[in-house]
């Protein structure tokens, strides 16, 4: 009788065991495939290889000369005069800029479209000798830009947002004075 019991209570702690429920789609990559990012959380490896350069160049000029010359004679007199004014400005302005920033950082998956395109993003702070730098990556990319490795080159995402700011000793001693930044304000400068 015991022993019928027992069967009893461990048919009733058991389930029906079927094959669907030893197999489920999808939860298990293949051996040879890759794992790249598709779904909201998955992370994936931006490279960040960005450069810019802008310059501009400005010359003005400008030459303004009259003269007026007279004479009167006639008799004993003879006299003459000339008389003259003159200007020029010659003007010359430059500017020149060039940025890179190269750096590699892990960001996830924030939204998949309904294309099946990728927003990621992704944000990386490093503290290094009193000096705070924050690199902030956003865009859209297409699943096929993503490499094998699951990494992403920033001149493939689209809408891109790269910023790069830092904080710290070194950013202070970069910045003009209290003084140059008014005249600047100004338009002194």
Not at 17 to 28: E, M, T
Not at 181 to 188: E, K, S, T
Request: proline share 2%; net charge positive; charged share 20%.
């Amino acid at each position: 009788m015991k022993r019928r019991l027992f069967f009893l209570a461990l048919l009733a702690m058991t389930e029906a065991v079927s094959a669907k429920d030893l197999y489920q789609g999808g939860g298990w990559p293949a051996l040879a495939a890759d794992r790249r990012a598709q779904a909201i959380g998955d992370n994936v490896l931006i490279l960040v290889s960005e450069s810019a350069q802008a310059s501009n160049a400005v010359t003005k000029g400008s030459r303004k000369r009259t003269k007026l010359d007279g004479r009167i004679s006639g008799g004993s007199l003879d006299e003459s005069g000339s008389f003259g004014f003159g200007g020029a400005y010659d003007g010359e302005g430059r500017s020149g800029r060039s940025d890179r920033v190269v750096a590699r950082l892990s960001a996830s998956v924030a939204l998949v479209y309904p294309n099946g395109d990728l927003l990621v993003s992704g944000v990386q702070h490093l503290h290094v000798n009193g000096e705070l730098t924050a690199i902030r990556v956003q865009g859209r990319v297409r699943p096929q830009d993503i490499g094998a490795d699951n990494s992403v080159q920033s001149t493939r995402l689209a809408d891109a947002i790269i910023e790069y700011n830092g904080r710290g000793f070194s950013t202070r001693g970069a910045k003009p004075g209290i003084v140059t930044r008014l005249f600047g304000f100004l338009g002194l400068l």
